[in-house]
Nanobody, 120 residues
């Protein structure tokens, strides 16, 4: 069973930076895509950024140019560097990982979330 452990959330002022980390453990072999999602009060959970094992990246439009997703495949760890933070970035951020297993197909894993609060 894969477990995802997140860290790095906290309180930061507008324009500041945070770096989120998420480590997959529990025999987490074969993971392809990892990423970050967030959920703000009154909103649905939304994509922030994803990265494949090969390094292909996808970003939500509002974070493009400010956030950078990266990963260390050897450590099964994904990072989210968040710069120029805005109050609109305030949300609980969830780590996500995906892998394909036979015969069950794609498996999706979620972390418990880490709170990011940007104060103005």
């Amino acid at each position: 069973q894969v477990q995802l452990v997140e860290s790095g959330g906290g309180l930061v002022q507008v324009g500041g930076s945070l770096r989120l980390s998420c480590a997959a453990s529990g025999g987490a072999y074969g993971i392809n895509t990892m990423g970050w999602y967030r959920q703000a009060p009154g909103k649905q959970r939304e994509l922030v950024a994803t990265i494949t094992r090969a390094g292909n990246r996808v970003y939500e439009d509002s974070v493009k140019g400010r956030f950078t997703i990266a990963r260390d495949n050897a450590k099964n760890t994904v990072y989210l560097q968040m710069n120029s933070l805005k109050p609109e970035d305030t949300a609980r951020y969830y780590c996500n990982a995906n892998r394909y297993l036979v015969p069950t197909g794609n498996q999706v894993y979620w972390g418990q979330g880490t709170q990011v609060t940007v104060s103005s």
